[in-house]
Nanobody, 132 residues
Framework: QVQLVESGGGSVQAGGSLRLSCEVSGYKYSSACMAWFRQVPGKEREGVASIYANVALSNGVGSTYYADSVKGRFTISRDNVKKTVYLQLNSLKPEDTAMYYC???????????????????WGRGTQVTVSS
């Protein structure tokens, strides 16, 4: 059974940083598109960042994708050994406040990396709250 468990959320002031983690179990992790989404009440879930990795590649890490609103502030990465995906959140803004979800897809990320319905597996989320 595939499980994605997020952690690392919390409350910070604007300009602060957090690192979210998504631990994956029960999944053939060597090749997948992993992504972070976020959602605030009353709004649609939106893609934040994604990363594709295939350990058959020389460096084991593939392309990354980011929403325009987080480029230059957030960084997605993965540790294939620990089966964990990370999202480093820097220079946080109040508008970054949301529930952050980890998701997995047994395919490449590509241009459609932020389409919610493509993703097969989801975590329960971790709350990030940024105060001004």
């Amino acid at each position: 059974q595939v499980q994605l468990v997020e952690s690392g959320g919390g409350s910070v002031q604007a300009g602060g940083s957090l690192r979210l983690s998504c631990e994956v179990s029960g999944y053939k992790y060597s090749s997948a598109c992993m992504a972070w989404f976020r959602q605030v009440p009353g709004k649609e879930r939106e893609g934040v960042a994604s990363i594709y990795a295939n350990v058959a590649l020389s460096n084991g890490v593939g392309s990354t994708y980011y929403a325009d609103s987080v480029k230059g502030r957030f960084t997605i990465s993965r540790d294939n050994v620990k089966k964990t995906v990370y999202l480093q959140l820097n220079s946080l803004k109040p508008e970054d406040t949301a529930m952050y979800y980890c998701a997995a897809l047994r395919s490449g990320c590509g241009d459609r990396w932020s389409e919610v319905k493509r993703f097969e597996y989801w975590g329960r989320g971790t709350q990030v709250t940024v105060s001004s």
